[in-house]
């Protein structure tokens, strides 16, 4: 069934009324007719099953069949801290992640990234991707996108536990790290991964210094838009959300 | 140091001669000089540590330094039986399947494939895409191209334990399979991961029939393209070759 992620006030009581991009998909793009049905889904959880009344030119409105909460958000909330990468990259990171799981995204720059910031319309897509994602992968919370924020500051912000992927490090692997104390009972994560050079070794120290746990990702070298879904696949599936 | 797939017999002894696109790509485009160092692979699982001797025109020559067995090299062997997908698609599982630990790819059609048997320019590019992944990923193997073959015969030649991905599957879950006695000490896998429309349930009891086993990756719908990225990664994570 379709999903659409729609403004909380859209529902009330239960009926739904369907404005923009959601209305013009229902009728002129999906071309549903009354009776059929959709997932309307308000990010807070909850996913409304929904079947068609009425579609007019002006007006597109529905009645709730059931509210359910959404089965298909993992307990543990994973911040991915995505250092900025080259276009397709970035938004390529961006859609897998929302399908893995990750909870919200926070773009960084550091000092080996090669890519400027987003401008205004290309946060609007990395928005876009993010949504579109999260319907079709059946999420029941839109994933969070924060602005793009220098890494050092990253480093202030970021929700502990954290973890930093570094391709230097050779003694801890993400299993060892997962088994520490800190990790074991956390409800959510930080996961920072590096541009496409890398992480140097004095912004890797500074995390240290602020409590952010390095980690290996094993010994192959795997590229910087492949790393973080490794990682999200790894961690979800060591918690039992995935696979 | 940058790394090289080549044909065993430009090694002989202690001395590795490139031709054609490495020699192209050592003089030309990384201007190595003598005395730089390169990694020669000649896929047999060893690598061989090059020093630069001799550029001309007609001749490129080096010293072996030391050879050692490639650390890269996942011990656990998966095949990724992957329905053919729109181009991009394909191509991006082969690269990311590669760089995660992928051994052997096996394309093949299905009832649900759009897209079309590949032609021979196309199948190289395929080949090109799995080698420049090795070399970056420093795999010590290439891994394998197969020819494409319809489902049923892919069902027939895939080694066994074998594990069909299927969204459809409500019970039995990727980690249950893991558990099972003949995946617990197998040395290879085969993975089957369906086209962008998934597989008919004809096709999945087809599979069953021939003693494949169908999992589930968990909650959330995950596209014909990440699916096999995120059973790969979690399949070697839960045997300890990755993360």
């Known amino acids: 069934m379709n999903r659409f992620f729609v403004p909380k006030d859209w ?7 369907l404005k923009d991009e959601p209305a013009h998909q229902v009728c002129h793009v999906l071309r549903l007719k009354p ?3 959709f997932i309307a889904l308000d990010n807070t959880g909850w996913e409304y099953e929904v079947q068609l009344e009425k579609l007019s030119a002006d007006q597109v409105q529905g009645k709730v069949l059931k509210k ?5 958000e993992p307990k543990l909330k ?6 900025l990468l080259k276009a397709d990259k970035f938004e390529f990171v961006l859609q897998k992640g929302v399908e893995l799981g990750v909870s919200a995204f926070v773009p960084f720059v550091s000092e080996r990234c090669v890519v400027k910031r987003p401008t205004e319309s290309k946060v609007q897509r990395w928005q876009k991707i993010i949504q579109e994602a999260a319907e079709q992968s059946e999420r029941g ?9 220098p890494f050092a500051e990253a480093g202030d912000i970021a929700a502990r536990p954290a973890i930093l992927l570094w391709e230097e490090e050779k003694s801890q692997r993400l299993r060892d ?14 996961l920072f991964i590096g541009p496409e050079g890398g992480f140097p070794a004095e912004e890797v120290r500074y995390a240290e210094s602020k409590g952010i746990v ?9 590229r910087a838009e492949t790393a973080g879904l490794a990682a999200v696949s790894a961690i979800l599936y060591a918690v039992g959300e995935l696979g």
Chains 1, 2 share one sequence.
């Open 214 to 222: 390095t980690a290996s990702l094993g010994r192959r070298v795997l």
């Open 78 to 83: 994973i911040t991915l801290f995505q250092a």
């Open 68 to 72: 359910e909460i959404s089965p298909g």
């Open 35 to 37: 009776a059929d049905r």
């Open 141 to 149: 919370l839109l994933p969070t996108l924060y602005p793009v924020v």
């Open 177 to 190: 790290v997962l088994k520490q104390q800190s990790f074991l009972n956390a409800k959510s994560f930080s």
């Open 11 to 17: 529902i009330s009581g239960d009926v739904v009324s």
